[in-house]
């Protein structure tokens, strides 16, 4: 039986067994950034179960569920500050979530630089996109909206 | 000494399949994510409007569609969970496979009940 051989950390260089200063996870210039990304995809997707069932729950199950579903429907729901946090945070949460996790995706497939980086800026574009989108018709939805000057009245809407 | 990686880092079995599942349900949830955003933003365009776009949710093959959908996020939910329990209970690697029987089941009673309720009223006459 020959010694038993030696077994070195991954990616150790075969002349020193050191990791080789590339590989290192800590203490690089770009600093905790990943172990706080893998952090909160754990402490968003524990948020994301409770926001995303309570949605599906009150949205598709409850009552006539998806026939009941409309414009009356939204502007009864925003006109509640509760229901707008919700959503609000189920955005922003989801949005960030899914960002990450696409982003770890492209990483691990797109092996050249220049196609990685690309993938990335149209990720990035989209998402900023769908954010901005989403926070401002949550903030700035009207339940009683007037356009080219006909008056969408509902009878929730204040007498004109 | 190899120069290259010899065979594949794919190990097969519960591990790999439930994270092949996740990756999948995952990039899909997001896809949906995108454009539900984009068909709710339409109640800031006019309530005629919101309400032609959710009609076409409406539809039963939409409802087949919507189905499969919340059966992903659920496989997703319960398996993110998993994960969780993996890389923070101390037993969590040692059970890893009963813990994705268990999120099976759990996902087979949730989908089930999901499933029977939003078809019957979508599909259910009215
Ligand atoms: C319902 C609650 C959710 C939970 C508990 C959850 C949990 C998780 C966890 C723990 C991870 C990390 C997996 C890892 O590092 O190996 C993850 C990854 C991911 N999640 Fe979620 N998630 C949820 C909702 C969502 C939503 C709504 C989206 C889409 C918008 C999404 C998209 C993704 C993607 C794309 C990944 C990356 C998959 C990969 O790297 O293989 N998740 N999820």
Redesign the pocket.
């Known amino acids: 039986m020959s010694a038993a051989p030696e077994i070195r950390a991954p990616r150790s260089t075969s002349q020193t067994g050191r990791v080789a200063p590339q590989y290192l996870r800590s203490g690089g210039a770009r600093g905790q950034f990943e172990m706080l990304a893998?952090l909160f995809?754990?402490l968003?997707?524990?948020v994301?179960?409770v926001l995303?069932?309570g949605h599906l729950f009150v949205n598709l199950l409850v009552g006539e569920g998806i026939h009941a579903i409309d414009f009356g429907f939204v502007a009864g729901k925003w006109a509640d500050p509760f229901w707008q946090f919700w959503d609000l945070a189920m955005l922003w949460l989801?949005?960030l979530?899914?960002?990450?996790?696409?982003r770890?995706?492209i990483n691990?497939y797109a092996e050249r630089d220049s196609v990685r980086f690309w993938l990335k800026v149209v990720l990035y574009a989209a998402t900023a996109l769908i954010v901005i989108l989403g926070t401002l018709v949550i903030f700035t939805f009207d339940p009683c909206p007037v356009i080219d000057g006909v008056r969408h009245v509902a009878d929730y809407c204040p007498a004109p | 000494m190899p120069t290259k990686p010899a065979g594949t880092l794919y190990r097969g079995r519960e591990g790999m399949w439930s994270?092949v599942g996740?990756?999948v349900?995952?990039?899909v949830?997001?896809f949906?994510?995108l454009v539900h955003v984009l068909d709710t933003s339409l109640v800031r365009v006019s309530p005629e409007a919101y309400t032609a776009v959710i009609g076409a949710y409406k539809n039963p093959l939409m409802a087949l569609g919507e189905t499969g959908l919340v059966a992903a996020?659920l496989f997703?939910?319960?398996?993110?969970?998993r994960?969780?329990l993996v890389?923070f209970w101390k037993s969590g690697p040692k059970y890893q496979r009963q813990l994705l029987w268990a999120v099976l089941v759990i996902w087979l009673v949730a989908f089930a009940g999901f499933a029977i309720r939003h078809l019957s009223l979508a599909l259910g006459g009215h």
Not at chain 1, 97 to 102: D, E
Not at chain 2, 76 to 81: Q, Y
Request: glycine letters at 12%; a neutral charge; hydrophobic letters at 55%.
């Open positions: 893998w995809m754990r968003s997707g524990i994301l179960v995303i069932f989801a949005m979530h899914g960002t990450n996790g696409v770890t995706i691990d | 994270w996740h990756r349900t995952g990039v949830i997001f949906f994510l996020i997703h939910a319960f398996n993110g969970l994960v969780i890389d």
